[in-house]
């Protein structure tokens, strides 16, 4: 009988901490579950900002293109800072002529090769071995014809001697749109485009980017077979919201003004990005 009452105590006992196991594993998927869908709705919460972000910033860019065609500015030579308003919210909207980046389809050897070496930090010597690579890549024939031209700045890691490290270094200096002759305009360049412009001198570039805004640079220490000038039709536009609280988002687009003879919208837009910041 003792034995009978114990074995059936053994069993609830068996039974007890089976139960306790169920339990604490469907608390445990319920937790997983209850996590996942907090983490869903995060993730479409931020879709949604982000979407928007990047639809209002893309709304202030049209409203800034639209007063440049307004004012028959068809070619930009300057940079030019304007503030719009667009659902409440106050952008800065940055216009920046595109030929102040290294065009990869029309940029001379000896520019590539600088860029190479002080944007890049390749060594000399590597650097002007790439930057024939990168002529002789656009000047290839295609079966039609046509030049091999570079459609993406992606296409550079198609080249044997660049690897990711120094496509990173490049991509944000180089365009395959900027629709000049392949010289650079020194107002629009970023900082490392003009220590390529400078062959390597830190301190004519520095000088010239704190000053450049405000009048027109010194530029006796440029390159001057590499630099222009000239407008462009093709633009870089940045569109950041005043107010980080109002949108944390800044749009970057690329965008080629058409004027107002094309019966479509007078501008097109190539391409666009976004992020959480974007320098200048």
């Given at each position: 009988?003792?034995?009978?009452?114990?074995?059936?105590?053994?069993?609830?006992?068996?039974?007890?901490?089976?139960?306790?196991?169920?339990?604490?594993?469907?608390?445990?998927?319920?937790?997983?579950?209850?996590?996942?869908?907090?983490?869903?709705?995060?993730?479409?919460?931020?879709?949604?900002?982000?979407?928007?972000?990047?639809?209002?910033?893309?709304?202030?860019?049209?409203?800034?293109?639209?007063?440049?065609?307004?004012?028959?500015?068809?070619?930009?030579?300057?940079?030019?800072?304007r503030v719009v308003h667009f659902?409440?919210?106050?952008?800065?909207?940055?216009?920046?002529?595109?030929?102040?980046?290294?065009?990869?389809?029309?940029?001379?050897?000896?520019?590539?090769?600088?860029?190479?070496?002080?944007?890049?930090?390749?060594?000399?010597?590597?650097?002007?071995?790439?930057?024939?690579?990168i002529v002789a890549r656009r000047?290839?024939?295609?079966?039609?014809?046509?030049?091999?031209?570079?459609?993406?700045?992606?296409?550079?890691?198609?080249?044997?001697?660049?690897?990711?490290?120094?496509?990173?270094?490049?991509?944000?200096?180089?365009?395959?749109?900027?629709?000049?002759?392949?010289?650079?305009?020194?107002?629009?360049?970023?900082?490392?485009?003009?220590?390529?412009?400078?062959?390597?001198?830190?301190?004519?570039?520095?000088?010239?980017?704190?000053?450049?805004?405000?009048?027109?640079?010194?530029?006796?220490?440029?390159?001057?077979?590499?630099?222009?000038?000239?407008?462009?039709?093709?633009?870089?536009?940045?569109?950041?919201?005043?107010?980080?609280?109002?949108?944390?988002?800044?749009?970057?687009?690329?965008?080629?003004?058409?004027?107002?003879?094309?019966?479509?919208?007078?501008w097109n837009f190539l391409q666009?990005?976004?992020?959480?910041?974007?320098?200048?």
């Amino acid at each position: 009988m003792v034995a009978a009452v114990q074995s059936r105590s053994r069993q609830e006992a068996m039974a007890l901490v089976m139960v306790l196991w169920i339990v604490a594993a469907l608390s445990i998927a319920v937790t997983g579950i209850v996590w996942l869908a907090r983490s869903e709705i995060r993730q479409a919460s931020a879709m949604q900002d982000s979407a928007q972000g990047v639809a209002t910033g893309r709304a202030a860019m049209v409203e800034v293109l639209q007063q440049l065609l307004a004012m028959k500015s068809v070619r930009i030579d300057r940079p030019e800072r304007r503030v719009v308003h667009f659902e409440d919210v106050e952008f800065e909207v940055l216009v920046l002529p595109l030929n102040g980046w290294v065009d990869l389809n029309r940029a001379p050897l000896a520019l590539l090769a600088a860029l190479l070496e002080h944007g890049a930090h390749l060594n000399s010597e590597a650097a002007r071995r790439l930057a024939g690579d990168i002529v002789a890549r656009r000047s290839m024939a295609l079966p039609q014809g046509t030049p091999a031209l570079f459609d993406a700045v992606e296409d550079l890691m198609q080249l044997p001697g660049i690897d990711y490290e120094a496509y990173a270094r490049l991509a944000p200096l180089v365009t395959v749109d900027s629709g000049g002759n392949g010289q650079v305009n020194a107002y629009a360049a970023p900082p490392a485009v003009l220590l390529a412009l400078t062959h390597g001198n830190q301190a004519a570039a520095n000088g010239f980017f704190a000053v450049r805004e405000h009048g027109p640079g010194d530029l006796s220490g440029f390159d001057t077979a590499l630099v222009t000038s000239g407008g462009s039709s093709a633009l870089r536009i940045i569109a950041r919201p005043v107010l980080a609280s109002a949108s944390p988002y800044t749009v970057v687009c690329d965008v080629v003004l058409l004027g107002q003879s094309t019966k479509a919208a007078p501008w097109n837009f190539l391409q666009c990005s976004y992020g959480t910041t974007a320098t200048w």
